[in-house]
């Protein structure tokens, strides 16, 4: 596995799980998901939990010679590493905003 072909997958990762948790584009997606009840409210805006399964999702892409059940592993586990690295362990402003602006 080399840098270049690495860099194609993380990106798919992070744009999609960008867009999904603190886009305004799907803020409405997000908002609606969210009244299904505090664990999809939770799930939704968080960007670690989402990038996993955006890794699994994504696993045909990661570029892994192995077996397919350990590249699915690997690509979902990569994949919360990469948002954690990049964007930290902190709380989510989308969440925040989009929860007072509710409340007016």
């Known amino acids: 596995m080399t840098l270049a072909s690495w860099i194609p997958w993380a990106l798919l990762v992070l744009g ?18 969210a009244r299904l009840g505090v664990v ?21 892409a990661y ?3 192995g077996p ?10 990569s994949a919360v590493g990469l948002i954690v690295v990049l964007k930290g362990l902190h709380a989510e402003q989308a969440y925040e905003a ?4 509710g409340d007016d």
């Open 16 to 33: 999609v799980t960008y867009t999904i948790t603190t886009s305004f584009v799907f803020t409405l997606p997000r908002v609606l998901f």
């Open 40 to 60: 999809a409210a939770y799930f939704i805006y968080c960007p670690w939990c989402v990038s996993f399964w955006v890794g699994t999702a994504t696993w045909w």
């Open 63 to 65: 570029p892994y010679a």
């Open 68 to 77: 397919w059940y350990f590249g699915v592993l690997l690509s979902a586990f």
């Open 98 to 101: 989009e929860q007072t602006r």
